[in-house]
């Protein structure tokens, strides 16, 4: 059975489900007694994060789901909705990223990264948020990255996504606090996940040197800062972007 009922009865949605931070976020609405949309482009990781939420006790559903694709996400919506009778959360998560400074990035890899990580967002806030007018209300949260507040050599295509969400969810929050709807944004650091695993240690290392805390952040933390924006004892929040980045914008 679910470890606690702060969101028995409620239906999230998670893109980017199927490992990292999204899997951590489906497994953390479910803990909460959510049922969970799992949407991924990624169907074994997708099945392995629905698999894992049942095998606690818990309901999910996977949706292979392309964010970059309004008639991906408008199904993704629609089956969520229906199964569960209605969305009530969302942590949009999917993203990519390209490496190559400016001058040199090719085109093709600037608009697949802006895709994934901001059109990508926007057509799940697009689909999200009249499904969550059905209900009354509900509570969006999109991951930005603490280069959403920066730069950072070779990461162009990433950084402008980033900072992009950052404006996107501000004000969509704006636009929907009214009627209910609360949209907030979570910035990690640098978060030991699959997709960080790739980049190269001289990197990585540099990041660490300037995260407080001295280590990386767990897929799990990011989720229960996630959870949180979209639980009760967050009501007055939204058009916020929370920093879970183990004190690296303080500086």
Request: net charge negative.
């Amino acid at each position: 059975m679910p470890a606690s009922e702060r969101f028995e009865g409620r239906v999230a949605m998670v893109t980017g489900a199927g490992s990292g931070i999204g899997r951590a976020s489906a497994l953390a609405f479910a803990a909460g007694g959510a049922a969970v949309g799992v949407c991924d482009i990624d169907t074994e990781g997708g099945k392995e994060t629905v698999a894992l939420i049942e095998e606690a006790g818990g309901a999910a559903l996977f949706v292979h789901t392309d964010v970059a694709s309004g008639d991906a996400v408008r199904t993704a919506v629609d089956a969520i909705s229906t199964a569960y009778g209605g969305l009530h959360f969302a942590h949009n998560n999917a993203g990519t990223y390209s490496m190559a400074l400016t001058g040199e990035l090719a085109e093709a890899d600037f608009t697949r990264v802006v895709n994934v990580n901001l059109l990508g967002v926007f057509l799940c806030m697009r689909y999200q948020i009249p499904a969550m007018l059905e209900v009354s209300g509900g509570a969006i949260v999109n991951t930005t990255s603490i280069w959403a507040h920066t730069g950072m050599p070779t990461q162009a295509a990433y950084v402008a996504s980033k900072h992009g969400v950052a404006g996107l969810t501000k004000t969509a929050a704006v636009e929907y606090a009214a009627q209910g709807i609360r949209v907030n944004a979570v910035s990690p650091g640098y978060i030991d996940t699959p997709m960080t695993a790739a980049n190269p240690p001289d990197a990585v290392a540099a990041v660490l040197a300037r995260q407080p805390i001295g280590r990386p952040g767990r897929p799990e933390e990011v989720a229960a800062a996630v959870t949180w924006l979209c639980g009760d004892e967050a009501s007055l929040i939204t058009g916020s972007v929370v920093n879970a980045d183990g004190g690296y914008l303080a500086w």
